[in-house]
């Protein structure tokens, strides 16, 4: 493939799929604002190195990798920053693109991040478990056993008894 038809395929999927970069990126960061600069950031990151880019049928993996990647960049440097107070930020157009249970956002949030990771790529981005080893550079099995212990803890969870460490 040429340069000019990865350039043309890198750019349509991008346009086409903004609502579910932005959609995991949120369920990543929690917020808004972080949540588009993640984007922005995974976007640019993605064209300016376009040329890395082995395999154009693994386009989603591959820009998917780079979010996820800059969102624990994020979250990483959270540690030294000081968030304004929300009620004086403007809420803009975007709205809060994860389902309404926090209870159960709040129990994902609560696993291992490998896991969690794993439980948002296929639930909340339907991605196959495939999809998932390349964007976490884990083997297939350990995408699977991950998946299913997590599921495990998340049913247990659900039904009181205290396993999420």
């Not at 043309?8 to 917020?31: F, G, M, W």
Request: aromatic share 8%; hydrophobic share 40%.
């Amino acid at each position: 493939m040429s340069k000019k038809e990865i350039d043309r395929l890198l750019t349509s999927y991008l346009i086409e799929n903004q609502a579910k970069l932005y959609r995991l990126a949120y369920s990543y960061l929690k917020n808004r604002e972080e949540a588009l600069d993640a984007v922005q950031t995974a976007v640019c990151r993605a064209l300016e190195r376009q040329d890395r880019l082995r395999d154009p049928n693994a386009l989603r993996a591959w820009v998917y990798r780079i979010l996820v990647n800059i969102c624990y960049d994020q979250l990483r440097q959270r540690q030294h920053i000081v968030f304004a107070d929300t009620d004086t930020l403007d809420t803009g157009s975007y709205e809060d693109p994860l389902p309404d249970d926090s209870d159960l956002a709040a129990r994902i949030d609560a696993l291992p991040p490998d896991i969690a990771t794993i439980i948002r790529l296929r639930f909340y981005e339907d991605l196959s478990l495939r999809e998932i080893s390349a964007i976490t550079e884990s083997p297939l099995s350990t995408v699977k056993t991950r998946l299913y212990a997590g599921l495990k803890k998340l049913r247990l969870s659900l039904e009181g008894v205290n396993v999420i460490e």
